[in-house]
């Protein structure tokens, strides 16, 4: 297939089948899909925590609804957005620039700009900011699962202190933001399967301005 046609392909699932487990080398490649992810920056301020625990994944279950998804797909993909840019963690991305790219001016003179920008009282990289990159990693989680021939359900239905609280998140600094459950459609029980996909039309979504 080709990546529209996976696209097509792909929708959220509603009914995982607990008994089909997706390969842990093809969860792996969906993972590296997300961390290669763009983020504003490039700082990546969020985290995943891949859960793969039946017992875990049960206590995240009743707290997002008792949605079966998570008890029957192979796993879940917490993404843990940063509560706050600290200095640690903003230095610890300009360290890591340095490392990769090399020392250099332009690195320092980004490190402190974005240094100031998080320290800002009215600064635009907090927890609303960094849960927005954590939604570009989801997007891409979810369009990687498709390209794996992999179902995928997003979520924002859970209980976001309850879900910390089983994963130890807010003393870490992070705050539940999304979940990605992965595994096998069960398309026996699976009621949304049998529907076609609705999107609105390209003429109602898009408008082109030409020159």
Known sequence: MTFL???????ATKKMNPAKAVPAAAVERIVEAIRLAPSS???QP??????????????????ANGQSQIEDATCVVVFASWASYT?????????????VRGAGESVEKARAATLALASAASTSLDGSHAAKQAYLGLGVGLAA????????TPMEGFDPAKVEEILGLSARGLRATALMAIGHRDEASDWLLALPKVRRTRASFVTDVRA
């Open 46 to 63: 969020y985290e995943l925590v891949v859960v793969w625990d039946p017992a875990v994944r049960a206590k995240l279950r009743a707290a």
């Open 5 to 11: 046609e996976r696209l097509q392909w792909r929708y």
């Open 87 to 99: 200095p640690e963690r903003v230095n610890a991305y300009f360290d890591r620039v340095a490392e």
């Open 145 to 152: 699962a498709a390209l794996e021939g992999v179902d995928s």
């Open 41 to 43: 920056r490039g700082l």
